[in-house]
């Protein structure tokens, strides 16, 4: 069994940044994909990031290409989410979640969850 924990959400203006971290522990980390979900109040849940067990794919949801990187250090059972250019409409409750490497990179069928570290950018 793998546990998450996030870390560095906070409250930051329009046009700022943001670097979360997900800290995991747990034997299957190193070889499974990571994400990093999103959810807004009265939205559906997103995913916004993921990256696989090598750090050699990433996805990107649209809203967010460009604008946020996603990587993990193997060696620190950690994977991160650098957020630059927020805008107001990034404001959600952001989760780190993780899935058996044989399942697509892209797709929101994850296995396990962190409990999520709210996000909030003002305008």
């Known amino acids: 069994q793998v546990q998450l924990v996030e870390s560095g959400g906070g409250l930051v203006q329009a046009g700022g940044s943001l670097r979360l971290s997900c800290a995991a522990s747990?034997?299957?980390?190193?070889?499974?994909?990571m994400g990093w979900f999103r959810q807004a109040p009265g939205k559906e849940r997103e995913l916004a990031a993921a990256?696989?067990?090598?750090?050699?794919?990433?996805y990107y949801a649209d809203s967010v290409k460009g604008r946020f990187t996603i990587s993990r250090d193997n060696a620190k059972k950690t994977v991160y989410l650098q957020m630059n250019s927020l805008k107001p409409e990034d404001t959600a409750v952001y989760y780190c979640?993780?899935?058996?490497?044989?399942?697509?990179?892209?797709?929101?069928?994850?296995?396990?969850w962190g409990q999520g570290t709210q996000v909030t950018v003002s305008s």
């Open positions: 990256i696989i067990w090598s750090g050699g794919l990433t």
């Open positions: 979640a993780g899935k058996n490497s044989r399942k697509n990179y892209a797709t929101d069928d994850y296995d396990y």
């Open positions: 747990g034997r299957t980390f190193t070889t499974d994909t």
